[in-house]
């Protein structure tokens, strides 16, 4: 079965340090990984995916992942943080290869102090 | 905007009483799925439609719960004799399967408050 756990349920970082953001995931199909964001009364919007082709995977607002299959890890990093990007963030893996349904970790929060 | 859209955004109910959600999704994706999320936690996934035809239903599915997707376009998400457990988000997300992978697009939700 498919599953993912993100290590860390708080992060807080300074404005202008980097963020690091820890999931391991479990799968039984060649994964379909992802990074959503949830911003307070917003939507979950993607950040990045990760679907077999390069494994370091560049999203948007200069996020990026590394997919490492031998340490099941897809950790999510930006150089420098900034105030807007506080939100929940979720590591998400596809229920079945690429095809499935989501399934979600439980979410990360991340606060950026100033 | 062709985002996905769900009404109403937030509905306050008190126990025992029906509720209806609905989700229009991008308007060329082929498949609908509904989740569930309670605070503090992700996303569950409850259930999927492809056009019409639902083709899965999650365990956290119970009875009371129905959803429908006539003529494969908006969707509608019944809950009935609704319990205080059931207060939560109701998050729609569309895609289109193309054979690559499954990238959804998730509507902003419907926050149900069960009184």
């Known amino acids: 079965a498919q599953s993912v756990t993100q290590l860390d349920s708080h992060v807080s970082v300074s404005e202008g340090t980097p963020v690091l953001l820890r999931c391991n995931y479990s799968s039984s199909y060649s994964p379909s990984l992802f990074w959503y964001v949830q911003h307070p009364n917003k939507g979950l919007q993607l950040l990045l995916k990760?679907?077999?082709?390069?494994?370091l995977v560049k999203g948007i607002n200069g996020f990026e992942a590394e997919f490492k299959k031998s340490e099941t890890s897809f950790h999510l990093t930006k150089p420098s943080a900034h105030m807007s990007d506080a939100a929940e963030y979720f590591c998400v893996v596809n229920s079945r290869g690429s095809q499935g349904n989501l399934i979600f970790g439980k979410g990360t929060k991340l606060s950026v102090k100033p | 905007d062709t985002g996905v859209s769900q009404n109403p955004r937030h509905k306050i109910t008190k126990r025992g009483q029906n509720v209806t959600f609905r989700c229009d999704p991008i308007s060329e994706h082929n498949r609908l799925y509904w989740y569930r999320q309670t605070l503090g936690q992700g996303p569950e996934f409850l259930t999927y439609f492809q056009n019409e035809a639902q083709l899965e239903k999650s365990r956290l599915l119970s009875d009371r719960f129905s959803a429908e997707r006539p003529k494969g376009s908006f969707s509608t998400l019944e809950i009935q004799r609704t319990e205080q457990g059931d207060s939560a988000m109701y998050l729609c997300?569309?895609?289109?399967?193309?054979?690559?992978?499954?990238?959804?697009?998730f509507g902003p939700g419907t926050r149900l408050t069960v009184l």
């Open positions: 997300a569309s895609s289109w399967t193309s054979g690559a992978y499954n990238e959804q697009f």
């Open positions: 990760y679907t077999s082709a390069a494994t």
